[in-house]
C-alpha cells in the first residue's frame, strides 16, 4: 500500500494559486490594520504634545501652535444625533411602509428608487446645501427660530444659513436613505409565517407591525441606524460645505461650527508640522469612533441576517406582500 | 361555545385564477372534519377562507356563503379581527413567536385582546400549556425562547397559543407535516380531545391521518370537491371513482 | 368584549404616520433631484463637458480635464481593486468556514463603513507626505481601497451562486481546484461579479474627501499619474464653496454630470441583475 504514491490533488497543478487567493483575503485585514497604524504614526507628534487633554480643549490655534478637539468634537456629536433623531424615525417609519403598508405594485419602484437615493454622492447633496437649504434656512425657519425661541441659547442668532443646524438636515437628508433600505430589507426578511400567525390571533396591521415585525427585525433596525450613524459622524464634504467652518464650541444650534470631518477637510491644505498632525490625530479619532460603531452595526445586521435565513421559511404566499386591510 | 361552518357555493380567485369553484361542505360541531386531496387541489385555499386570511393578499376574490352558526362570516361588514378571534388557525410549520418566551408566545392572544391580566392570565396560560399537553414538558423552561423547544413541541406551543383566546372553531393547515411520528401521535390525540368541544377542520396530505382522527371527510381535487362524507363510509365505499383512484394511490 | 372597532382606530393613526413619512422622505429627496437637474440642465453643452476650466469671469469654461482626472483614477482603482478583490472573493467561496475567511469578510464589512475621509488621510500620510506630491496614483490607490470591499463582497454572493455540483463535477473529470475556479467557476459568475464592479466604480466616481486629499486638482489636463488630477467631485466642491457666480453655475452642472453617471451605473447593474434573475 505505501509504495503506491497517489499524487495529492490539493497540490495538483495547484502551484501558488492557493497562496495567491489566501493572500488577497489576508490584505483586507491588514488594509484595516495599516490605515490605524499609518493615521496614528502621522498623528503621533500631536498625541505626545497634548495627550488625552486634546480631547477636551477648545483651543485650536495654529499661531502658537496649541490644539484642542473640544469644539471639533462636540460639532460632530452635535450633528450626527440630531440627524439620527430626525432621520431615524423617518427612516424607519419610510421602511414600514415600503414593507408592509404599500400596495403591491408600489413597492418595488419606490423600494428601488430608495435604494438609489443611497448611491447619490454626498458632494452633490452639500450642491443642493449651500445652494438651496442655506439661503432657505436664513430666511425662513431660521429666522423663525431666531425670533421665536432666540431667548434659549441654542437658538441664539443672528441666522446667517451656515449653521449646526443646516449640517444636520444635510445629514439627515443624506442618511435617510441608507435607513430606510436596510431597515425594509431586514423587515422584508420577517418570515411572512409570523405575521399570518399573529393575523390569525385576531390582531389588525399596525398590532401586527409592533408586535411581530418590530421586535422580530429589531436588531437589524439597530444595525440600520448605527451603520446611518456611522456614516454622519464621518462625512466631510456635505457637512464642509453648509456648517460655516467656525471653530467655536456650538451653543447656538443656528450659529457657525464645525465637525471633526470638517475641519480636517478645511484646513488641510495650508497645515503642517503640528497642525497637521493634529487634524490626523482627529481623523484617528473619527476612525476609532466609526470602527467601533461599525463592528457593532455589522454584528447586528449580519447576525439577524444568519437568523432569519436559518430553519425558517416563509409562509406560502411569500412575495404576495400584504396589502388588503387587515 | 361551538358553532357549525356552513361552506356554501364558494367560489375563490387569485386575480384571474380560479382555485375554489362551488364548493359546498357543512363541518359540524363538535367534529374534526378532514379535506383530503392533492397538492394543490385548493384545499388549504378552502381552509384560509374561513378566517379570511386571504384578505391580507392582493388578488385575492371570493363569491359565495361561508356561515359560522348563522352569521355570514364573508359579508362585507364582518370584522376581520373578531372573526380571526373566533377561528384558531394552526399553520403547517410550526409558528411560535421567536423573540417572545414560552409563556409569552401563550399570553401573545390573551394580551391582544385584552382578556386576562396578571393572575389570571398566568392562569389561562398554564391551563392552555396542560390542555395542549405541554405543561409538564415546559413548565421549567417558562420564560425560554419558544423557538427553542422541538418541532413537536413548537407545533402544541402553537395550539396553546390558539387555545387561549377561546375560538369556537379550529383550522388545522397540515399540522403534523413537518414532524415526526411520534410528535405526529402526540397532536392527533390532542385534536381528538379538541373535537369534544371545538369545531375542527383539518387539511392533511396523509390518509391514514384522516382515518383515524376524523368524523367527516371532503375530497378536493382541482378546486372543486368531489364528495364529503362520514370517513369511515368514504374510505369504504367511495361514491365518486375518482375519490375511489384517490384513496388508492393510483392518483397524485 | 373589549372593542376591536377602537384597536382598528388605532391602527389607523400610526400607519397614516408611517405613510406621510415615506411620502415626505420621498418627495425631499426627489427634490433634491429635481434642483440638481433644473438648475444643471441649462449648464451642460458638448463645450462644457470638454473644455479645460477658465478663470472667474472668463466665459467657455468646462469640466474636460475634471472627467478625463476623475476616469483615469477610477480606471487606475479598479485595476488594482478588481484583481485583489476577487481573488479575496475566490479564498472566500474556496474556503467559506475558516477563520481567515470570517475576519476577512468582517474587515470587508467594517471597510465600506470607514468614512471616506479616512482613507483619505491613510493615503495621504503614506504616499503625499513622503513623496510630497499630490497625484493621480495616490488619488487612483485611495479608490482602490473604498472599492476593494465592495468587489469583494459582492463578488463572493456571486460565486456562491454557482451550482456546487457543477464544481463537483468538474473536479471528478480530474480538474484541480485551480483550474475548476478558472475555468468554470469564475467565467460562470463573470456577469455577477462586473455587476458588484459597476457598484464599486459608481461608490468611487462619487468620492471627495479620498481624492481630495490625495490628488488635489489642477486647471490643466492629466499628462501622467505622477502630478496633482483633477476630478469631477473635488472640481464641485471648489465651484460650490467659491463666491463666484459663474463657477456656482458650473458647480450645478457637474453635479448633475455626476449624478447622471453614478445612477446610471446604479440602475444598469440592478437591471442586468433582474434580466439575470428572469433567465434563472
Not at chain 1, 425594509?184 to 411581530?212: C, H, K, N, S, Y
Not at chain 3, 457637474?254 to 451605473?265: E, F, K, P, R
Request: one cysteine or more; charged letters at 15%; a positive charge.
Amino acid at each position: 500500500m505505501e509504495q503506491i504514491k497517489i499524487a495529492s490533488p490539493k497540490r495538483n497543478g495547484e502551484g501558488i494559486f492557493p497562496f495567491l487567493t489566501a493572500a488577497a483575503a489576508v490584505s483586507m485585514l491588514l488594509l484595516v490594520g495599516a490605515i490605524f497604524l499609518v493615521v496614528l504614526w502621522g498623528a503621533w507628534p500631536a498625541l505626545r504634545a497634548f495627550g488625552p487633554a486634546f480631547l477636551f480643549s477648545a483651543v485650536w490655534n495654529p499661531v502658537i501652535d496649541v490644539y484642542g478637539a473640544a469644539p471639533a468634537i462636540l460639532g460632530t456629536v452635535i450633528t450626527s444625533l440630531l440627524a439620527l433623531a430626525l432621520a431615524g424615525p423617518l427612516g424607519v417609519g419610510t421602511a414600514i411602509f415600503l414593507s408592509e403598508l404599500a400596495p403591491h405594485w408600489l413597492k418595488k419602484p419606490v423600494s428601488f428608487l430608495v435604494e438609489l437615493l443611497a448611491a447619490v454622492p454626498s458632494v452633490v447633496y452639500g450642491v443642493w446645501g449651500i445652494f438651496v437649504l442655506v439661503p432657505w434656512m436664513r430666511t425662513g425657519p431660521g429666522l423663525f427660530l431666531e425670533s421665536r425661541l432666540g431667548f434659549l441659547p441654542f437658538f441664539q442668532g443672528p441666522s446667517i444659513g451656515v449653521s449646526v443646524l443646516t449640517a444636520g438636515l444635510v445629514l439627515t437628508i443624506m442618511i435617510l436613505p441608507t435607513i430606510a433600505a436596510i431597515s425594509r430589507e431586514v423587515m422584508r426578511a420577517v418570515p411572512q409565517d409570523l405575521r399570518e400567525g399573529l393575523f390569525a390571533l385576531g390582531a389588525t396591521r399596525w398590532e401586527m407591525i409592533t408586535r411581530v415585525v418590530l421586535p422580530v427585525s429589531r436588531t437589524g433596525i439597530t444595525g440600520a441606524l448605527l451603520l446611518a450613524l456611522g456614516r454622519a459622524i464621518g462625512e466631510a464634504m456635505a457637512v464642509t460645505m453648509v456648517i460655516g467652518n467656525a471653530n467655536v464650541i456650538p451653543v447656538s444650534l443656528l450659529a457657525p461650527a464645525q465637525t471633526a470631518a470638517s475641519q480636517v477637510v478645511n484646513e488641510f491644505p495650508e497645515a503642517f508640522g503640528l497642525h497637521l498632525s493634529s487634524l490626523l490625530l482627529l481623523g484617528l479619532l473619527l476612525f476609532m469612533i466609526t470602527l467601533l460603531i461599525n463592528l457593532v452595526a455589522v454584528w447586528l445586521v449580519y447576525r439577524t441576517d444568519q437568523w432569519s435565513s436559518g430553519a425558517r421559511q416563509p409562509g406560502k404566499l411569500k412575495g404576495k406582500g400584504v396589502a388588503g386591510h387587515a | 361555545m361551538a358553532l357549525d361552518v356552513t361552506i356554501e357555493n364558494l367560489s375563490f380567485w387569485f386575480g384571474r385564477q380560479q382555485v375554489l369553484k362551488n364548493v359546498s361542505l357543512r363541518a359540524c360541531q363538535k367534529e374534526v372534519t378532514a379535506l383530503i386531496g392533492p397538492s394543490g387541489c385548493g384545499k388549504t385555499t378552502l381552509l384560509r377562507c374561513i378566517n379570511r386570511l386571504h384578505d391580507l393578499y392582493a388578488g385575492a376574490s371570493v363569491a359565495g356563503k361561508i356561515l359560522i352558526g348563522e352569521e355570514n362570516i364573508l359579508d362585507a361588514g364582518t370584522n376581520r379581527v373578531e372573526l380571526r378571534r373566533r377561528v384558531g388557525m394552526i399553520f403547517q410549520k410550526p409558528n411560535p413567536f421567536p423573540h417572545l418566551s414560552v409563556f409569552e408566545n401563550v399570553a401573545s392572544g390573551l394580551r391582544l385582546h385584552g382578556l386576562a391580566y396578571g393572575r389570571s392570565l398566568r392562569e389561562r396560560v398554564e391551563a392552555c400549556l396542560r390542555k395542549a399537553a405541554l405543561w409538564d414538558e415546559v413548565k421549567d423552561f417558562l420564560d425560554r425562547p419558544g423557538a427553542l423547544l422541538s418541532g413537536g413541541q413548537q407545533q402544541r406551543l402553537c395550539i396553546a397559543r390558539a387555545l387561549a383566546i377561546e375560538p369556537e372553531v379550529f383550522l388545522m393547515d397540515e399540522p403534523c407535516a413537518s414532524l415526526d411520528p411520534v410528535s405526529t401521535m402526540h397532536i392527533e390525540e390532542l385534536i381528538k380531545e379538541l373535537q369534544e368541544e371545538y369545531t375542527v377542520i383539518i387539511v392533511t396530505h396523509n390518509m391514514q391521518q384522516a382515518a383515524r382522527i376524523s368524523r367527516q371527510t371532503a375530497f378536493v381535487l382541482h378546486g372543486e370537491l368531489v364528495e364529503a362524507g362520514p370517513t369511515a363510509e368514504l374510505f369504504v365505499h367511495a361514491r365518486d371513482s375518482r375519490t375511489e383512484a384517490y384513496l388508492t394511490g393510483k392518483m397524485g | 368584549m373589549p372593542d376591536t372597532k377602537w384597536r382598528l382606530v388605532k391602527s389607523f393613526v400610526p400607519e397614516a404616520v408611517c405613510r406621510l413619512a415615506a411620502l415626505l422622505v420621498i418627495s425631499v429627496l426627489f427634490l433634491i433631484l429635481y434642483y440638481i437637474f433644473q438648475r444643471g440642465a441649462g449648464v451642460i453643452s458638448p463645450a462644457f463637458l470638454t473644455a479645460l476650466p477658465t478663470p472667474v469671469g472668463v466665459p467657455g469654461g468646462g469640466i474636460g480635464n475634471a472627467l478625463l482626472g476623475s476616469l483615469v483614477m477610477v480606471a487606475l482603482g479598479a485595476l488594482l481593486a478588481v484583481p485583489c478583490g476577487v481573488a479575496a472573493a475566490v479564498y472566500l467561496d474556496q474556503n467559506p468556514k475558516s477563520r481567515l475567511a470570517a475576519a476577512c469578510r468582517f474587515a470587508s464589512r467594517v471597510l465600506t463603513g470607514v468614512p471616506s475621509l479616512i482613507v483619505g488621510l491613510f493615503v495621504f500620510t503614506l504616499l503625499v507626505l513622503r513623496t510630497g506630491q499630490y497625484s493621480a496614483l495616490a488619488g487612483g490607490i485611495a479608490l482602490a481601497v473604498m472599492m476593494m470591499p465592495v468587489i469583494t463582497l459582492s463578488a463572493e454572493e456571486m460565486l456562491r451562486l454557482v451550482p456546487n455540483s457543477w464544481r463537483e463535477a468538474s473536479l471528478a473529470l480530474g480538474a484541480s481546484k485551480k483550474q475548476t475556479v478558472l475555468r468554470l467557476v469564475l467565467p460562470a459568475a463573470a456577469a455577477g461579479i462586473a455587476v458588484g464592479v459597476m457598484l464599486a466604480v459608481a461608490l468611487a466616481a462619487g468620492q471627495t474627501a479620498p481624492v481630495l486629499l490625495t490628488a488635489l486638482t489642477s486647471i490643466f489636463w492629466p499628462e501622467n499619474l505622477l502630478q496633482p488630477t483633477a476630478s469631477l467631485p473635488v472640481l464641485i466642491y471648489t465651484y460650490a464653496i467659491s463666491p463666484f457666480a459663474d463657477w456656482q453655475q458650473q458647480a450645478w452642472g457637474a453635479a448633475l454630470v455626476l449624478v447622471v453617471m453614478v445612477l446610471m451605473l446604479n440602475i444598469a447593474a440592478q437591471l442586468f441583475i433582474a434580466v439575470k434573475n428572469r433567465r434563472g
